[in-house]
């Protein structure tokens, strides 16, 4: 994929009224991170006329696949989340391979806030309403590894996975996510 075509890729998603901001590109040996605006910003730069929100949309370069970035962390900071691989897939699960501390782990993972999902019938319809799994229910299903959670997007649990690693209370994979549910 060529820079261009990055850029066509990206106004083709944009709703009426938005185009890419072309001087604020940010190349990378993997893709190009491009920044919509509405076009009266482009045209003004009066700050009134910006739209917020946004923090870019990274094109890969190999796949053409695009990535919304939010505004929650800096540019430097998405690109970070973006290289440490937490955004390789949209949907990923946690797959714990190995416990060395049974009782950390599960405090460790309850901070993700992971929830599961019960099924309810009323009135012919069916709800999936959410609950976050107790720190009992996340010990036992720790104790039959591997283990499997949902996790869903990485991008604002990025730092907590990162601190998993030098904590060594367990091991882990992030996976793709490829139809599991957690269900409770």
Request: charge should be negative; charged fraction near 25%.
């Amino acid at each position: 994929m060529t820079k261009n075509q990055a850029i066509k890729l990206v106004q083709n998603q944009l709703p009426d009224g938005y185009d890419v901001m072309e001087d604020h590109i940010v190349e990378k040996e993997y893709g190009w991170l491009i920044f919509p605006q509405t076009q009266k910003y482009i045209e003004s730069q009066d700050p009134l006329d910006m739209a917020v929100g946004s923090g870019g949309t990274l094109v890969e370069k190999e796949s053409g696949r695009c990535i919304e970035f939010g505004s929650a962390y800096s540019t430097e900071t998405n690109l970070e989340i973006y290289e440490k691989g937490y955004l390789k897939y949209d949907n990923l699960d946690i797959l714990i391979t190995d416990v060395e501390d049974l009782i950390k782990t599960a405090e460790s993972l309850s901070k993700l806030g992971i929830t599961y999902v019960i099924s309810e019938e009323e009135c012919g319809e069916t709800w999936r309403i959410p609950q976050h799994y107790s720190l009992g229910q996340i010990k036992e299903k720790l104790r039959e590894l591997p283990c499997r959670f949902n996790l869903g997007s990485a991008y604002f649990i990025w730092e907590a996975l990162e601190r998993f690693k030098s904590q060594n209370y367990f091991r882990y994979e992030l996976v793709e996510n490829n139809g599991y549910t957690n269900w409770g």
